[in-house]
């Protein structure tokens, strides 16, 4: 896994995936929580982008560079090798 110091820029997008999902978690929690109207159409969108932002996050894991074109539609998807169980 790259680290902070390895690849300080890679690191950077690694923790902006993190840091994006957490704001979008809690944004989603608060809807729930304070709009009756909430509802799973909602929820499915707004879960979605979540996950893309955490699958993201485990692409980057190792990555040094960027995501291209179509590596990032592939990032986004949930992985292949993580068993969430």
Same mark, same amino acid.
């Given at each position: 896994?790259? %680290? ?75 992985? %292949? ?5």
């Amino acid at each position: 896994m790259i %680290t902070k110091e390895q690849a300080s820029v890679e690191w950077a997008m690694l923790m902006y995936e993190l840091d994006d999902a957490r704001e979008h978690l809690e944004r989603l929690m608060d809807e729930m929580n304070t709009d009756p109207e909430y509802d799973e159409g909602n929820f499915r969108v707004d879960l979605g982008h979540i996950f893309s932002h955490l699958n993201r996050a485990w692409h980057r894991r190792n990555l040094i560079g960027e995501l291209k074109g179509d590596e990032w539609h592939e990032a986004s998807k949930f992985p %292949t090798d993580l068993d969430p169980t």
